[in-house]
């Protein structure tokens, strides 16, 4: 698997970006659940949000729940992010990453995941 970013860059507050995840690999996509991680300068890589295998299980973190969303097209082989009402507090390197042990969840530690995207820097700024 090798995981692929797109989207990203700058926006106003209480603006809106889409991050995309795709596999560019041949391996199997499916069997994975896909998370999202953002990290600052400093900070330790944190939690964003998750989605199952099938798609029916979405945990986010309290910081973007009600205006985050995510979602895969398992067909495309792609992850989605979609993020409305950004803030300030939302800058940061955002990364997708698969999760190799554990179950799905909120807070996941970054050590679970493995196989990540390059990253896409998402500032926002008035």
């Known amino acids: 698997v090798h995981l692929v970013q797109s989207g990203g860059g700058s926006v106003e507050p209480a603006g809106s970006l889409r991050l995309s995840c795709s596999n560019t690999?041949?391996?199997?996509?499916?069997?994975?659940?896909i998370g999202w991680f953002r990290q600052t300068p400093g900070k330790e890589r944190e939690f964003v949000a998750a989605?199952?295998?099938?798609?029916?299980?979405?945990p986010y973190a309290d910081a973007v729940k009600g205006r985050f969303t995510i979602s895969r097209d398992n067909a495309k082989k792609t992850v989605y992010l979609q993020m409305d009402n950004l803030g300030p507090e939302d800058t940061a390197i955002y990364y997708c990453?698969?999760?190799?042990?554990?179950?799905?969840?909120?807070?996941?530690?970054?050590?679970?995941?493995?196989?990540w995207g390059q990253g896409t820097q998402v500032t926002v700024s008035s």
């Open positions: 989605i199952s295998r099938s798609g029916s299980i979405t």
């Open positions: 990453a698969l999760q190799l042990k554990g179950s799905i969840g909120m807070n996941k530690s970054p050590d679970d995941f493995g196989s």
């Open positions: 690999g041949d391996s199997w996509w499916n069997p994975y659940n």
